[in-house]
Nanobody
Framework: VQLQASGGGLVQAGGSLSLSCAASGRTFSSYNMAWFRQAPGKERAFVAAILWSGSRTYYADSVKGRFTISRDNAKNTVYLQMNSLKPEDTAVYYC???????????????????WGKGTLVTVSS
């Protein structure tokens, strides 16, 4: 599976941004998808995940109530709608894919199998 994230940019605090992650291959619908982010000088962190069927989503506490993950299996795409953005949301955002695994609001228990190149989101104060 090849993943390509897009939609990053510069936005003012309080604004919104929508990220997309397009996947190649015919098996997208069998993968659980997630977004991670890495802020300058920090480790990569889990943001949100959605199971293969779209039946269940998971969010880091820092984005709950502000971000929404969704997917369109017909378009091989996963989305991340980000509202009420804060300067601390500034980071490179990555999408990732994995089959199975164990999930919680802390993220996946196991490593993700596939990663896309990131897209930079900058939130100005």
């Amino acid at each position: 599976v090849q993943l390509q994230a897009s939609g990053g940019g510069l936005v003012q605090a309080g604004g919104s941004l929508s990220l997309s992650c397009a996947a190649s291959g015919r098996t997208f619908s069998s993968y659980n998808m997630a977004w991670f982010r890495q802020a300058p000088g920090k480790e990569r962190a889990f943001v949100a995940a959605i199971l293969w069927s779209g039946s269940r989503t998971y969010y880091a506490d820092s984005v709950k109530g502000r971000f929404t993950i969704s997917r369109d299996n017909a378009k091989n795409t996963v989305y991340l709608q980000m509202n009420s953005l804060k300067p601390e949301d500034t980071a490179v955002y990555y999408c990732a894919a994995a089959r199975g695994g164990e999930w919680s609001d802390n993220g996946p228990k196991y490593e993700m199998a596939y990663w896309g190149k990131g897209t930079l989101v900058t939130v100005s104060s």
